[in-house]
Each structure stands twice: as structure tokens, then as C-alpha cells.
């Protein structure tokens, strides 16, 4: 039997940002810091943050800054003593693959999740761009 390796469409990536994008603004965190879990995840990713802000690489501190934002912190100010993990993120955007719904998705969530328009990240619209491939099937 072969597996058939799919991804899903940039429809459907921009109907999940769209969602998500929501959730963040709608919805409180399920979670507060002063939950030993939560407070454990939050020790283990200042343990395991670079001084330039990074945790891993660019897609980890992509999903770092959501997980921050959805313990009620501020990934703008979440740093364990050098850059924060927003600066990270906008010093390094250059790094993104303009041409993949998934990295362009996850960038423009971080990027909302740090309370940031997506729209207008060192003169450049991810927003935009994530429409035209989208629009582009």
C-alpha cells in the first residue's frame, strides 16, 4: 500500500487563520499562569530560549508566541534575558518562504498572537500575499 503525502489547500490554511485569529480575540485562554502545567511549559521555554529571542527555529518560535499568548503573556515582553521572541520573529521574517501557505499561515498567527498587523511587517503584507496564493489556488 502507498501513502499518498496531501497538504491541505490554502483555502483551507486561510479559513484556519481566519479561525484562529478569532479564537485569539474572542475567546479567554483556557489556561492561566498560575497553573503549575501552564507555569512548567512556561519555565521550560525560557530554560530553552536563545538570547537572540529564537526557541529552536523559526517555525517553533512561531508556535512559542501563540502558546505565550494563550497562557495570558505577552510574547512582545517574553524573553529570557536578551530579545524577546516578537523581536525574534520580525528580525527574521526575511527568512519565510513567501511561496507556502503553511509558513506565510503560522508567521501571520504569531504574528496577531503578538498583537501585530501582519499586514505591514518591516513594509511587507504577509496578508496580502497569503491571499494572492489562496486566490492562485
Same mark, same amino acid.
Given at each position: 500500500?502507498?501513502?499518498?503525502?496531501?497538504?491541505?489547500?490554502?483555502?483551507?490554511?486561510?479559513?484556519?487563520?481566519?479561525?484562529?485569529?478569532?479564537?485569539?480575540?474572542?475567546?479567554?485562554?483556557?489556561?492561566?499562569? %498560575?497553573?503549575?502545567?501552564?507555569?512548567? $511549559?512556561?519555565?521550560?521555554? !525560557?530554560?530553552?530560549?536563545?538570547?537572540?529571542? &529564537?526557541?529552536? @527555529?523559526?517555525?517553533?518560535?512561531?508556535?512559542?508566541?501563540?502558546?505565550?499568548?494563550?497562557?495570558?503573556?505577552?510574547?512582545?515582553?517574553?524573553?529570557?534575558?536578551?530579545?524577546?521572541?516578537?523581536?525574534?520573529?520580525?528580525?527574521?521574517? %526575511?527568512?519565510?518562504?513567501?511561496?507556502? $501557505?503553511?509558513?506565510?499561515? !503560522?508567521?501571520?498567527?504569531?504574528?496577531?498572537? &503578538?498583537?501585530? @498587523?501582519?499586514?505591514?511587517?518591516?513594509?511587507?503584507?504577509?496578508?496580502?500575499?497569503?491571499?494572492?496564493?489562496?486566490?492562485?489556488?
Amino acid at each position: 500500500m502507498h501513502l499518498i503525502k496531501t497538504h491541505p489547500s490554502p483555502r483551507s490554511l486561510l479559513i484556519i487563520l481566519v479561525l484562529s485569529g478569532l479564537i485569539f480575540r474572542v475567546l479567554p485562554a483556557s489556561t492561566a499562569p %498560575g497553573d503549575p502545567k501552564v507555569q512548567a $511549559a512556561i519555565t521550560y521555554l !525560557r530554560n530553552n530560549q536563545d538570547a537572540d529571542g &529564537s526557541i529552536n @527555529d523559526f517555525g517553533t518560535t512561531c508556535w512559542t508566541a501563540m502558546a505565550i499568548k494563550a497562557a495570558n503573556l505577552d510574547p512582545n515582553t517574553f524573553d529570557s534575558g536578551g530579545d524577546s521572541v516578537t523581536k525574534y520573529l520580525v528580525n527574521n521574517a %526575511g527568512s519565510i518562504d513567501r511561496s507556502d $501557505a503553511s509558513e506565510l499561515s !503560522r508567521f501571520v498567527l504569531a504574528m496577531s498572537a &503578538s498583537g501585530l @498587523d501582519s499586514s505591514d511587517i518591516d513594509g511587507y503584507d504577509y496578508v496580502a500575499k497569503l491571499q494572492s496564493l489562496v486566490d492562485s489556488g
